[in-house]
């Protein structure tokens, strides 16, 4: 499967910005879908996750309350929602697919190219 992320850009401290990532080659609904972000000189680290039917999902403590997983399979397309963002939240944001649940960036087996979302303060 081949990963397309969007939607980033550069939102106040307060905004909302939805990232998108469109699947092609493969079903969507095959994989549990994951969210990542990574920072200069840091690990990727673990967002969100949601599972295949999307009735599960994760998040990061960081994000939790602020930020919602979801997925449309039959558009095979997965979404995160970003809503109160803050000027911590900037980073490369990347979707990832996994063959089975997890939230680490090594047991996701696909990744997309990344989008860049910066938060001014």
């Known amino acids: 499967v081949q990963l397309q992320a969007s939607g980033g850009g550069l939102v106040q401290a307060g905004g909302s910005l939805r990232l998108s990532c469109a699947a092609s080659?493969?079903?969507?609904?095959?994989?549990?879908m994951g969210w990542f972000r990574q920072t200069p000189g840091k690990e990727r680290e673990f967002v969100a996750a949601?599972?295949?039917?999307?009735?599960?999902?994760t998040y990061a403590d960081s994000v939790k309350g602020r930020f919602t997983i979801s997925r449309d399979n039959a558009k095979n397309t997965a979404y995160l929602q970003m809503n109160s963002l803050k000027p911590e939240d900037t980073a490369v944001y990347y979707c990832?697919?996994?063959?089975?649940?997890?939230?680490?960036?090594?047991?996701?087996?696909?990744w997309g190219q990344g989008t860049l979302v910066t938060v001014s303060s």
């Open positions: 990832a697919a996994s063959f089975r649940a997890g939230g680490r960036y090594d047991e996701y087996n696909y």
């Open positions: 080659g493969d079903a969507l609904s095959s994989y549990y």
């Open positions: 949601i599972s295949w039917g999307g009735r599960g999902t």
